[in-house]
Nanobody
Framework: VQLQAFGGGLVQAGGCLRL?????????????MGWYRQAPGKQREPVAL???????EYVDSVKGRFTISRDNARNTVDLQMNSLKPEDTAVYFC????????WGQGTQVTVSS
C-alpha cells in the first residue's frame, strides 16, 4: 500500500488549494480515507474523512470551506480547500484505513495573512 500526497504550497488568506492523494494499488480497498493535519506544536488532527460509501465528516473549523471527494477511477482522494485562513497552516497527511492504518508523506500548506 502506498499513499502519495500532492498539491501543498503557499497561498494568501482567502485563497484556495487542492490536495490530492494517490493510492496504490487500489483505492476501493479502503473503508475510510481522508486527510489529517499537524500544525507546529500541536497534535495531528483529522480534517476530513470519506467512507467507501461516500459519507463525509469534517472538523468544525473547515466545514463549509473544505470538500473531500474520492475518485475510484483515478485512485485519488482530493481535498478542495477554499477560503483558506492562516490557522489552516499545517502539514497535511493523507490517511487510509482498512484493517490497519496507512499514512502518506505530509505536504506543507502555508496560508499567509
Amino acid at each position: 500500500v502506498q499513499l502519495q500526497a500532492f498539491g501543498g504550497g503557499l497561498v494568501q488568506a482567502g485563497g484556495c488549494l487542492r490536495l490530492s492523494c494517490a493510492a496504490s494499488p487500489d483505492l476501493s480497498r479502503f473503508a475510510i480515507m481522508g486527510w489529517y493535519r499537524q500544525a507546529p506544536g500541536k497534535q495531528r488532527e483529522p480534517v476530513a474523512l470519506i467512507s467507501s460509501m461516500d459519507s463525509t465528516e469534517y472538523v468544525d473549523s473547515v466545514k463549509g470551506r473544505f470538500t473531500i471527494s474520492r475518485d475510484n477511477a483515478r485512485n485519488t482522494v482530493d481535498l478542495q480547500m477554499n477560503s483558506l485562513k492562516p490557522e489552516d497552516t499545517a502539514v497535511y497527511f493523507c490517511y487510509a484505513y482498512q484493517r490497519g492504518t496507512y499514512w502518506g508523506q505530509g505536504t506543507q500548506v502555508t496560508v499567509s495573512s
